[in-house]
């Protein structure tokens, strides 16, 4: 009933099919009702991460030309600053909470634009059969290392077939077609403007009438007081939530004994950690591997297996692993991903030449992560070509930091990698100062610079270093593998100064 009147508000704001909504918000109970509004009434969702900085935002809007903006009461000083700088008047801009908000600054609740229950009952949705393949359903945005993130075009048609194949895995002795009833209870804290949150706690649980319970932000107390509260059966969760669970003593004070399975994705986990957690917990962990451009899953483990691989290719995927000079490479030897699967995506959202960079003509979708495979079928996950950093799951670009940091007046070049520390990645910078700043700038001036512009999963908590050169190629390309050298040796000295304690306090 809501997502239809959502999507007669669209109708009557002149937003058309095929048109970006924008929602800028925390998780929420409303957001997956906004999820099957817009995209059931054929208009595109999209979302940005709540902590983005202004000028993330603008770029955002400008990139997906949304047409309406769903912002939460807490952004929206930010979303008016950066609406009028990307063109977006300020009438298709709405307060989306779960409850009621009264008028800031011309900028009305979200309910105000709502069809009414009488005549949500009487809209139908539109059937699409091969028009799916091409109908735009979603753009989210996926950081490149080419510098900002790009929004990555799913089809309904690519939203479809990764429900249909997660679900034959994860769920293969139920009888979904004939309406078997699987009880499951979720706990949704995964972040909505992520992939991995719509695809599970969006389309999953609502296609298999699952109960949902909704984190409006991550806090660890709560979540484990929610699972015993709510007798939670199963977790979606990232690496850095386990190793909160096997660490921090506060899990000990909850009864948990009701999880009965946890998935986890996103960001690579340890087999060590999977077996510590399987073990504490007595429950089964199975891990997936995927990316935006996938939908969201492209390999799977079915069952628990504490090797070291992500799992199987998903059902009607079809996978080859590609070395640097092209040719394809058989078991057991590295090679890049590239997939051909009716997930792939529809390509970047007017973004042509990187569309042509990562999709093949004849529709294989080169991922950039290395893998070996072995002859089960099983993959494991080795490396990343892309230079991409992961911090909580969540994808950091060094290009975008080092763009930002070549605006400092003080920044003669620089360059970004990423640093484990206590089994966490972070970005830290290694700066090249003009010769006038050497001896005035220190690092926390290079840290604030960050700070002050971008996401807080952006910032440089793995420290900067000032070196006489950034160390490039002859064609002036970065020398990323230099980079990871130095990071590497560079752990105990970032460690030691930044203690446990210190380094937990910045996440």
């Not at 995927?290 to 998903?314: F, P, S």
Request: with cysteine; net charge neutral.
């Amino acid at each position: 009933m809501w997502a239809k009147r959502l999507g007669i508000g669209l109708n009557r704001l002149g937003v058309q099919p095929g048109e970006i909504v924008l929602i800028y918000t925390p998780n929420h109970i409303f957001v997956p009702v906004a999820y099957i509004g817009i995209v059931g009434n054929t208009r595109a969702f999209s979302a940005i991460n709540p902590v983005s900085t202004v000028n993330e935002v603008v770029h955002q809007l400008k990139d997906s030309q949304a047409k309406a903006l769903l912002v939460h009461p807490n952004m929206v000083k930010n979303a008016i600053l950066a609406a009028e700088e990307a063109g977006l008047p300020k009438y298709r801009i709405f307060q989306f909470n779960d409850e009621y908000c009264e008028d800031f600054d011309g900028i009305r609740d979200w309910t105000a634009m709502l069809g009414s229950p009488q005549e949500a009952m009487s809209l139908q949705w539109k059937k699409l059969d091969t028009e799916s393949t091409t109908t735009l359903a979603t753009v989210n945005y996926s950081s490149g290392t080419t510098g900002l993130p790009k929004g990555v075009r799913i089809s309904h048609f690519n939203l479809i077939a990764n429900v249909v194949q997660i679900m034959t895995c994860l769920w293969p002795h139920a009888d979904i077609a004939r309406g078997q009833v699987v009880q499951e209870r979720w706990l949704g804290f995964v972040p909505f403007y992520h992939a991995y949150g719509q695809m599970f706690t969006t389309l999953i649980a609502l296609k298999l009438n699952f109960t949902v319970y909704i984190m409006k932000q991550f806090v660890f107390s709560d979540y484990l007081q929610h699972i015993q509260d709510y007798k939670i059966s199963h977790l979606q969760v990232v690496p850095p939530i386990l190793v909160m669970m096997i660490k921090r003593p506060e899990t000990a004070q909850y009864n948990l004994k009701s999880v009965q399975n946890i998935f986890c994705a996103a960001a690579p986990l340890s087999s060590k950690l999977q077996s510590l957690v399987a073990q504490k917990f007595k429950v089964d962990i199975i891990q997936g591997w995927g990316m935006t451009e996938l939908t969201c899953g492209g390999i799977l483990q079915q069952e628990r297996d504490d090797t070291e691989t992500v799992g199987k290719l998903l059902p009607n995927h079809e996978c080859k692993l590609v070395d640097d000079e092209g040719n394809e490479v058989g078991y057991d030897t590295p090679g890049e991903i590239y997939i051909r699967a009716p997930n792939v995506c529809m390509g970047y959202f007017n973004n042509k030449q990187a569309t042509n960079d990562t999709i093949t003509e004849d529709g294989w979708l080169r991922t950039g992560d290395i893998a070996i495979v072995d002859k089960r079928g099983c993959f494991q996950i080795v490396d990343r070509k892309k230079e991409l950093i992961k911090v909580n799951a969540l994808q950091v670009a060094p290009a975008e930091l080092e763009a930002t940091l070549l605006e400092h007046e003080d920044v003669e070049d620089a360059a970004v990698t990423g640093i484990k520390l206590l089994d966490e990645e972070w970005p830290r910078a290694y700066v090249q100062l003009r010769d006038q700043a050497k001896g005035r700038v220190i690092a926390k001036d290079i840290q604030n610079w960050i700070a002050a512009r971008k996401a807080k999963h952006k910032h440089l908590v793995g420290g900067v270093m000032f070196v006489d050169e950034v160390p490039k190629l002859a064609s002036g390309k970065i020398q990323r593998k230099v980079l990871r050298e130095w990071a590497k040796r560079d752990i105990p000295v970032v460690e030691k100064e930044l203690d446990g304690k210190k380094l937990r306090a910045k996440l």
